[in-house]
């Protein structure tokens, strides 16, 4: 009456086996057809990044978004079965730079830019291609590419671009050059996972960015930014507080900078960044510590009463006390007035103590070493007080004209000759080694410093005195901060803390950076005139081919990366000049926060948008995605629709190595996805 049951499982075998039974039954294809036309539920898929094979960490997400478009289908729901792909940015720069062994950005520049962002796509065609028969390996349900034609397509791509070929899609042959078939990936005429490289994502972007424009929410700010020198290019606060910092030691240094009307007598400040001192302006003390002037060996210096047992050495005897706010307005020489960029910059004129209610005792002097274009927070004191800026590092992390001897250093080699110098000029009291978490690049390791910069940014609108509840609706139509919040009202959160954590992020959070200074990924779709300031957004292809002025051959026929699209020049609506694009691209989660709107046509088939925007579901890992791929999809579609993109979130915990640590790749502790399923017992 039964069959027999082995005693012996084979559950690969087994695994197999129901593959296989799907793959001769086309059971997938069946299950659509039978739900076709009805009811509907709306699943977005976050995209993966493809740039690597996956790991079990990314297996388990996967496994949740199947189980709950599985449950709706036998529920009898008709769905969309889309899985996306995260395409364009630094991360996939990075690999295809290791891969080439590239060392900086000019390796790229000297390869070619095409020529590397073909590379970059051909690497996305490829890895999606590993995702995508892993994905099907675990029996994960979508309505997936054939992996062999990605590989085909990435095949041509590297050998012939501009070449025409036909592709049979789901409503018949479609025919193209490669490179513009590559960017109709994901599009309904070709079917299969979304692309973010694909053209529809790439201009619903830009028409996103078109409405920011129009609001007066785009601009370009100079600001201290968080920067990466070996990838040549700023972090944004949301890639910081993610993954950004590493325990470090770093030599730190006490040194004096001698008072110019009080004789003999000395400022004791104290710095872990040696390289910022030859960027010095201002001394900043507390107005309501007390400060005390100790004499040490024929020397006197001030320093703050609280911390001369951490900073002094020796016997020393007090001379004098005074509050913070009697020192202000005090000049004093800096350490390294020489220097051309500070007589040219006038801080050598500005020198003086400014009082700061920021400044503690509990680690340095109590007096705050100040360099308004080498730290964020110096940055905006120094601003308030009309102090000058000075930058001296390039994008590559090297002293640039205007520092002498340093001109031309690594900042990284700096600390040692920058002690020396110090020492001859006689101001140096000590070095001593300190720890403390400093940022990292999330790439690629290197340390962060902190750059003067411009960069663009979407205007989140100031934070407000009071509680969401009683901002007015008039104080929200210039905020777009509020009006994500109010869109977040109507979403249901699994866990229900994760209402919480959104709106607390979107409370605090700083105006968006959405440049970066790369080669592959969205062209940010800005034109800037260099002579009067004035710039454009772009919202479409068609208003940049009526408003383009020249380059439109070179472009046309291209998909809308650099180098291609940097041909097209418009003109400036000011003065008449010839305007070039900025040339930086788009921070990559613009890319992922745009797929409620380029999947699901909101461009070209408003039907088809009304009936799955929004999603009923989406699901992805905490916590990084509150500030990431939540807060983008919920931030572009307030910008396009001002409303919430899906209905309900399910959030589940970082999966989690035997060392109690998040899986990573790069810290030799992730489980590869192949590992795991083709060893099992
Ligand atoms: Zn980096
Ligand atoms: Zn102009």
Known sequence: ????????????????????????????????????????????????????????????????????????????????????????????????????????????????LAEFVTLCKQRVLEYAAVQTEQSIRMGHWMDWNDPDSLRELKALLGEDPTRIITIVGPDGPVTDSVEQMVGRLGLHELGGSYFTFSNENNYTIWTALKKCHEQGWIY?????????????????????????????????????????????????????TPWT??????????????????????????????????????????????????????????????????????????????????????????????????????????????????????????????????????????AGPIFENLEDKGILYRVEDYTHRYPVCWRCHEELVFRLVD????????????????????EKETRLRYQIMDAVQDTRWIPAFGFEREMDWLRNMHDWMISKKRYYGLALPIWECQECGWFQVIGSLE?????????????????????????????????????????DVGNPWLDAGIVAYSTLRYRTDPAYWAKWFPADLITESFPGQFRNWFYSMLAMSTIMERRAPFRAVQTYATLYAEDGRAMHKSWGNAIEFNDAVFFVL
Not at 91 to 106: A, M, P, Y
Not at 559 to 575: E, G, L, M, Q, W
């Open 1 to 112: 009456m039964f069959e027999p049951v082995p005693n012996q499982v084979d559950f690969v075998e087994q695994e197999h086996e129901m593959l296989d039974f799907w793959r001769r039954s086309d059971a997938f294809r069946k299950l659509r057809a039978l739900n076709e036309g009805r009811s509907t539920f709306s699943f977005i898929d976050g995209p993966i990044t493809a740039n690597n094979p996956m790991g079990v960490h990314h297996a388990w997400g996967r496994t949740y978004k199947d189980v709950f478009q599985r449950y709706k289908a036998m529920r009898g729901h008709d769905q969309r079965w889309q899985n996306g792909f995260d395409c364009q940015g630094l991360w996939v720069e990075v690999e295809v730079e290791k891969d080439q062994g590239f060392l900086t950005k000019r390796d790229i520049e000297d390869h070619g």
């Open 220 to 272: 370009k700010g100079r600001d201290v930014m968080p920067w990466c020198s070996r990838c040549g290019t700023g972090i944004s606060q949301h890639e910081i507080v993610t993954e950004g910092y590493q325990e470090l030691t770093h030599p730190s240094i006490f040194l004096r900078f001698p008072l110019r009307n009080r004789p003999g007598e000395d400022l004791l400040v104290w710095t872990t």
């Open 277 to 414: 001192l030859t960027s010095n302006v201002a001394a900043a003390v507390h107005p309501d510590l007390p400060y005390v002037l100790v004499e040490q060996a024929e020397r006197r210096f001030w320093l703050s009463k609280g911390a001369v047992d951490n900073a002094v050495r020796g016997s020393y005897s007090i001379r004098d006390e005074r509050l913070g706010s009697e020192l202000a307005g005090w000049t004093y020489d800096g350490p390294f007035d020489e220097l051309p960029a500070q007589q040219e910059s006038g801080s050598v004129e500005v020198h003086r103590v400014v009082l700061w209610d920021e400044v503690g005792e509990a680690e340095g002097t109590g007096i705050v070493h100040m360099a308004p274009g080498c730290g964020a927070e110096d940055f905006k004191l120094g601003r308030d007080l009309g102090l000058p800026a000075i930058a001296p590092l390039d994008q590559g992390g090297i002293f640039v004209a205007g520092f002498d001897w340093l001109t031309g250093t690594r900042v990284g080699d700096s």
């Open 455 to 474: 960069e663009w940014f979407i205007d989140m609108g100031e934070q407000l005195e009071k509680p969401y509840e009683q901002v007015t609706a008039e």
């Open 543 to 583: 208003e940049l081919k009526a408003r383009a002025v020249a380059g439109w051959d070179e472009f046309e026929g291209h998909t809308p990366h650099r180098p291609h699209v940097d041909a097209v020049k418009i003109r400036c609506d000011s003065r008449g000049a010839t305007v070039s694009r900025i040339p």
